[in-house]
């Protein structure tokens, strides 16, 4: 990251909580976001971090994003229910589904949750998390409903948006955290590139004729200084992982996350938002007395043992990465480059709240 600069973890929750509860929120739901993108910076997952605040104020004000806002269960099967975000910020509609899911899954053994029209929900991992604090699986099927961003396999033009998937499974080893978009790359990614950042991982992206590219402008379009880059404003596209198989699996999470629940599956419209498909299951419930809490720290252990390609890079499991993240950042401070700091410290200005110094 050309100049980096690095902040402690908690000035920088502090300052982006400030920022949100000048801009409205209640202080609870204020220090809710700011340590959500906190934490997604800290754990490495910068494309979900705090770089996400000038766009969530900018949704805030055009009112596609909604402070103070609770789920509303439009059904209620007992193991099963369908929930209305009420397009809330994700931060809170989001910990309200992970909840309520957690909740049914304790009573019955298993709960399906289905969310629609939520905000932003962030790493999608924070929410596997909590179901794992439980003591809980979980599954996360989530798709962006108007945010027509990834091209599908052979496609030269968007059709899906990134949606991501989320497999959470306690150990205490380390839990297992799967965590990721079926586009190549996050979104968020290439927003972190175009503000200085990593450039785009190779095969990304593509240009508007369907050739690779390596520009965020690809993506983004000319952005006018001072202005939030509008990912849905550049003629390319982002290409889906795994070739068939990822596409395959966006196309999965559209149907799921998007058509299932309700929420819309992605288009060109305008009002940007989640839905999410989650699965919640108690796994003491599946032990017969076979001790499946060995099984999978067993196998976690047999996987991580395997001989590494490069001896200065072991194997790792999924999880393994954001915890060496997490400790690294929480030593020496998040690090953002100087244009992504400097758009956090004019959204403070501009709120009427001063940056700290770094």
């Known amino acids: 990251m050309t100049n980096e600069i690095r902040v402690p973890a908690q000035m920088l929750e502090d300052f982006i909580s400030e920022i949100f509860e000048a801009a409205g929120a209640g202080k609870d739901e204020a220090r809710a976001i700011g340590a959500n993108l906190t934490m997604a910076s800290l754990t490495g997952h910068d494309s979900h971090g705090v770089v996400r605040t000038p766009r969530y104020l900018m949704n805030e004000r055009a009112g ?6 609770t789920v509303e269960a439009v059904i209620d099967r007992g193991a099963f229910a369908l929930l209305d975000g009420r397009f809330g910020f994700g931060q809170t509609v989001g910990h309200q589904a992970t909840e309520d899911g957690i909740v049914r899954a304790r009573q019955h053994g298993v709960a399906v949750v289905a969310l629609r029209n939520a905000g932003h929900l962030g790493r999608i991992g924070a929410w596997a998390e909590l179901a794992i ?5 979980s599954i996360h099927f989530v798709n962006v409903a108007n945010s027509m961003l990834v091209a599908p396999f052979g496609g030269a033009e968007r059709r899906f948006s990134t949606a991501p998937v989320c497999v959470g499974i306690p150990n205490p080893g380390g839990d297992f955290l799967l965590d ?8 968020g990614k290439i927003l972190v590139a175009m503000k200085g950042g990593r450039p785009p991982p190779p095969g990304a992206l593509i ?9 965020p402008e690809a993506l983004y379009g000319p952005v006018a200084e001072g202005a939030v ?38 288009s060109p419209g305008s009002r940007v938002h989640n839905g999410m498909l989650s699965i919640y299951a108690d796994p003491d419930r599946f032990d017969d007395g076979f001790g499946w809490g060995r099984a999978v720290a067993d196998y976690v252990d047999f996987v991580r043992s395997a001989r590494p390609a490069d001896p200065a890079h072991p194997v790792l499991a999924p999880g393994d990465a954001e915890r060496i993240a997490l400790g690294n950042r929480m030593a020496n401070g998040v690090p953002l480059s100087a244009e992504i700091w400097a758009s956090l410290v004019a959204a403070g200005e501009g709120l009427g709240v001063k940056a700290p110094c770094v």
């Not at 596609?64 to 806002?69: A, E, I, L, P, S």
């Open 229 to 266: 880059p509008d990912p849905r404003a550049g003629p390319g596209a982002l290409t889906a992982m795994g070739d068939h198989k990822g596409s395959g699996l966006a196309f999965a999470c559209e149907l799921l996350a998007g058509a299932l629940t309700g929420s819309g599956t992605t």
């Open 64 to 69: 596609t994003m909604v402070f103070g806002q």
């Open 133 to 137: 604090e439980a003591g809980l699986v």
């Open 207 to 215: 240009d508007g004729e369907g050739q690779p590219s390596a520009d």
């Open 180 to 187: 990721f978009a079926t586009s190549c790359a996050a979104e």
